[in-house]
């Protein structure tokens, strides 16, 4: 959906005869654009809708601490370098979430389990980049995770939380129509993507919006670009 000298191109896919659409491009960042009645929102002229540069919550006091710096796929990728190259901790919500008493030797044993599995997964994703850590990308993370690797899930899951608490943000401030995923990352398939994304959403939208709104992926896929070029050739021709 891009503009010319302000000119609307909210011709093609899921944008269609549909407003107000809110676009958000999620691959190696994370913008965003807000179309109302075929025009292009552009705020008072330094920009807008850049939902990518939202502050995950009131803890994150660093401006480069930012829903891009999470979901995005450089984001991503960081993330599960982070996890290899630093010491994981073992999740303990078995002892949190039942009321019976534990002994010690089953605390021991589920640790142990945690770190064997932990370990397991970690030479996974150091096997799919040849060992070389920093060339661990997005598309490789979402590869492991279809596969089953749950640390690349766990990574993941921590994106499209802060992804989908974003868009909860903007729904309740400017309530669309719908919401459209495009990028290179939202080409994940749905149930490592986008159907977390819309179960983070529901979680943390105003919840009288709930259900006023679709989350859908572009259908045009990465060919958006193309279809866009075109017609803004064709206008100018």
């Known amino acids: 959906m891009p503009t010319w000298r302000g ?33 292009l929102y552009r705020g008072n002229g330094a920009g807008a809708a850049e939902i990518g ?9 660093r401006p480069d601490e930012t829903i891009e710096s999470i979901a995005s796929g450089w984001g991503i990728a960081l993330a599960a370098q ?14 949190t979430s039942e009321s019976r008493p534990w002994r010690p030797e089953e605390v021991r044993q589920h640790l142990i389990e945690e770190e064997e599995a932990a370990d397991e997964y970690a030479a996974d994703l150091r096997e799919r980049c040849d060992g070389a850590v920093e060339r661990l990308t997005a598309k490789i993370v979402a590869q492991a995770a279809a596969d089953g ?45 986008l159907d977390p994304v819309r179960d983070a959403v529901a979680r ?13 992926r572009a259908q045009l896929g990465e060919e958006m670009v193309v279809h866009g070029a075109l017609a803004l050739a064709k206008d100018q021709a």
């Not at 909210?10 to 009645?37: H, K, N």
Request: charged content about 15%; proline content about 7%; cysteine-free.
């Open 7 to 39: 000119w609307p191109r909210q011709r093609f896919g899921a944008a269609r005869g549909r407003s107000p659409v809110f676009y958000i491009t999620v691959g190696t960042g994370i913008g965003g654009g807000l179309i109302v009645d075929g025009q």
């Open 53 to 61: 540069h939202l502050r995950p919550g009131l803890h994150a006091d």
């Open 82 to 95: 982070t996890r290899l190259t630093e010491p994981m901790t073992h999740r303990l919500t078995p002892f």
């Open 149 to 193: 690797n749950a640390l690349a899930q766990e990574v993941l899951h921590h994106a499209w939380q802060a992804l989908g608490w974003g868009i909860a943000q903007m729904i309740t401030l400017l309530s669309p129509k719908v919401v459209i995923l495009g990028g290179g990352v939202s080409l994940i398939r749905d149930d490592l993507m």
């Open 204 to 216: 943390y939208v105003f919840p009288p919006f709930l259900g006023t709104y679709d989350v859908v």
